[in-house]
């Protein structure tokens, strides 16, 4: 925010959301008011100020009653009101996220989230130089701005410090995601590891049984005895049975 006397120049940062890629995009906006006059610059052409436009043609409202210093509010309001609207689908996505994320963490999820905080960290970024423009224009001593304007340009303040605790909020939530997918991916790993420990396990002693038998020694009494290969499987049965039973009961299964 500049104020050159006999006019006021304000740079801002505008939001919106691209359709089909569904990713926000920036562009700056310029005002220049002064007594009589308010110009504005936007690189693209946006329907943001479209119902400051309609106020004007109807010819009600404070809009046409007051002065340039109050459209030029009415419009960085506008500014502000957009990014709850950028807030409120955040949150959604966000939520989407939380409940995919519990049920299901996968590395689309962890894009997603890592996705979300580069929009959490554009939104800080636009945010942030909002607030001194609008806390300047609160403490200028230009004659352009009126009292009744401070007023306002006061509720647009504490709009933007809203703002900025919710990003504040939803960033942590981010943070807090990212730490359950972490935890979500030790613990099925995990899981995955006592599996394969208990099947390590158990087939330890099996193992040794076939080891001990497969040994090719002549004196083997057991070798030329005519029960002796089921009597191995009815003991390698029991055995794997009988872990299986103990690991089931200290609820390793």
Do not use: C
Not at 101 to 122: D, F, G, S
Not at 127 to 147: A, C, K, M, Q, Y
Not at 156 to 162: A, G, L, P, S
């Amino acid at each position: 925010m500049e104020d050159f006397g006999n006019y006021v120049f304000i740079v801002l940062k505008i939001l919106y959301y691209e359709g089909k890629a569904n990713r926000i995009l920036t562009e700056q906006v310029s005002l220049i008011f002064g007594q009589n006059f308010v110009i504005s610059f936007q690189e693209k052409e946006l329907n943001i100020f479209n119902s400051v436009r309609e106020i004007i043609k109807s010819g009600k409202g404070r809009i046409r009653r007051m002065g340039a210093d109050y459209l030029a509010y009415a419009l960085m309001d506008t500014i502000v009101d957009n990014y709850f609207i950028i807030l409120e689908r955040l949150g959604e996505k966000i939520g989407d996220i939380e409940e995919d994320l519990v049920a299901n963490p996968t590395p689309e999820a962890l894009k997603a989230i890592q996705n979300l905080k580069r929009e959490m960290i554009l939104l800080r970024k636009s945010v942030w130089p909002l607030r001194e423009v609008v806390s300047g224009l609160e403490r200028s001593d230009s004659l352009l701005i009126h009292d009744y304007t401070d007023i306002h340009l006061r509720d647009v303040y504490d709009h933007i410090i809203q703002i900025i605790d919710t990003i504040e909020t939803l960033r942590e939530m981010l943070s807090g995601m990212l730490d359950i997918y972490i935890s979500s991916i030790s613990n099925r790993t995990n899981e995955i590891m006592k599996i394969l420990t208990i099947m390590a396990t158990i087939f330890i002693p099996l193992t040794f049984i076939v080891g001990v038998y497969g040994m090719n020694f002549e004196y083997m009494p057991e070798l030329k005895w005519r029960w002796g290969y089921p009597v191995v499987w009815v003991i390698i049965m029991v055995v794997s049975v009988s872990m299986l039973v103990y690991f089931r009961r200290k609820k390793w299964l």
